[in-house]
């Protein structure tokens, strides 16, 4: 496939808008790219992806972001390892079980599986924030820690059934479960979903779908946009922080239930 300059212009400019995005509110972005790199393309009169292929670019788009951002929030504190060691290793071992049992599972159920996910990230995203709910040093952060555990593992398995990192559902446990500080959240989530990805974007190297040109294309937008993302991040109100996450995961709701239900 040959890509013009105007096209490869238009997939910079969706993965700088996905990575700003991924490094402002601690997600990996593909709820906003994926969609993006599936449908504007034609409709702009360029050459169509596929799905498979969408998921590879999404996937490695992914890892460079979270990667990038991630040394922000480092460098500013926001991360609280033990939090990451604890989550991460649980939610990697859920995914693992979650993605081996999805081959027992229709397509119906794990459609639906992501529309429950998704639709509890949002109930989350409502309720009140705890008034302790402040900044904080992330040396100094306290958490319950079989909780921490428990939440990540349900959230690998479920995302490992969907094929998705689900930092979308992480950022929110963490905020009202666990009652972590929001930065903490938001630069805790980017390590998780790092860690989380490096599977998923291994698969997708050797799976045959990968494009080289695109995939270069949003990983230097993931390198210059992400950073930016998170130091906007810093510099927000959290409320504005936690209401852009709360409209991302909103629209990811209508749009899964509205596939569910056509």
Known sequence: ?????SFIILLFFIGAIGSILSGMVGIGGSIIKYPMLLYIPPL??????TAQEVSAISAIQVFFATFAAMFVFKKGGYISFPLVLYMGTSIVIGSFIGGYGSKFLSDDIINFVYAILALL????????KPASNCDIPASELKFNRFYA??????IGVASGIVGAAGAFIIVPVMLVILKIPTRIAIGSSLAITFISSIGATIGKMFGGHMLLVPSMVMVVASLIAAPLGAQLSKKMNTKILEMV???LIAGTVVKIWYEIFQ
């Open 1 to 5: 496939m040959e890509y013009s300059i």
């Open 44 to 49: 702009l009169g360029f050459a169509a992806f």
């Open 121 to 128: 990230a949002a109930i989350l995203m409502l309720f009140p």
């Open 149 to 154: 555990i428990f939440f990540a593992f349900i």
């Open 245 to 247: 996450l709360l409209v």
